[in-house]
C-alpha cells in the first residue's frame, strides 16, 4: 500500500499542521519508504522464531529461569501503599486560577 500525497495532506490537517510543499514531498517520501521496509521484513520466514512478550531481557536477571518467570520483575501486585487521604474538593478548588462551585475552568484549547 501506497501513501499518496492526499493522505499525507490530510493527516497534516488532522494533526493541525501547516506542511510546505518541501515538507510533504519529504513526509510522503519517507512514509513510503517506511512501508516498503515493513514489506521487505514480512517476506521473512518467522516460523521458527518463537513468540515473545519481551524483547530483550533485563540486565542481570537470572538467565536460569523460562517463560514468563524471566519478566517477573516487571510486574507487581495492584495494592494500595500508605492509603493517605485526597486533598479536599473544595480546598483543591480555592487553589485554581478560574473555577465554579463544582469544576476548574480551563481555556478553550481547540480552535476549529
Given at each position: 500500500m501506497k501513501v499518496t500525497d492526499k493522505d499525507v495532506s490530510y493527516v497534516a490537517e488532522l494533526?493541525?499542521?501547516e506542511l510546505?510543499?518541501?515538507e510533504r514531498k519529504g513526509m510522503l517520501r519517507d512514509l513510503n519508504s517506511i512501508l516498503e521496509y515493513?514489506?521487505?521484513l514480512n517476506e521473512l520466514d518467522t516460523s521458527h522464531v518463537?513468540?515473545?512478550a519481551q524483547v530483550?531481557?533485563?540486565y542481570g536477571v537470572d538467565q536460569s529461569k523460562q517463560g514468563s518467570d524471566r519478566f517477573a520483575y516487571a510486574s507487581r501486585e495492584d495494592v494500595l501503599e500508605g492509603l493517605r487521604k485526597s486533598l479536599p474538593h473544595d480546598e483543591a478548588l480555592a487553589n485554581a486560577p478560574d473555577a465554579?462551585?463544582?469544576f476548574f475552568r480551563?481555556?478553550?484549547v481547540i480552535e476549529r
Amino acid at each position: 500500500m501506497k501513501v499518496t500525497d492526499k493522505d499525507v495532506s490530510y493527516v497534516a490537517e488532522l494533526a493541525n499542521l501547516e506542511l510546505s510543499e518541501e515538507e510533504r514531498k519529504g513526509m510522503l517520501r519517507d512514509l513510503n519508504s517506511i512501508l516498503e521496509y515493513i514489506d521487505r521484513l514480512n517476506e521473512l520466514d518467522t516460523s521458527h522464531v518463537p513468540p515473545m512478550a519481551q524483547v530483550s531481557d533485563r540486565y542481570g536477571v537470572d538467565q536460569s529461569k523460562q517463560g514468563s518467570d524471566r519478566f517477573a520483575y516487571a510486574s507487581r501486585e495492584d495494592v494500595l501503599e500508605g492509603l493517605r487521604k485526597s486533598l479536599p474538593h473544595d480546598e483543591a478548588l480555592a487553589n485554581a486560577p478560574d473555577a465554579d462551585e463544582d469544576f476548574f475552568r480551563v481555556p478553550k484549547v481547540i480552535e476549529r
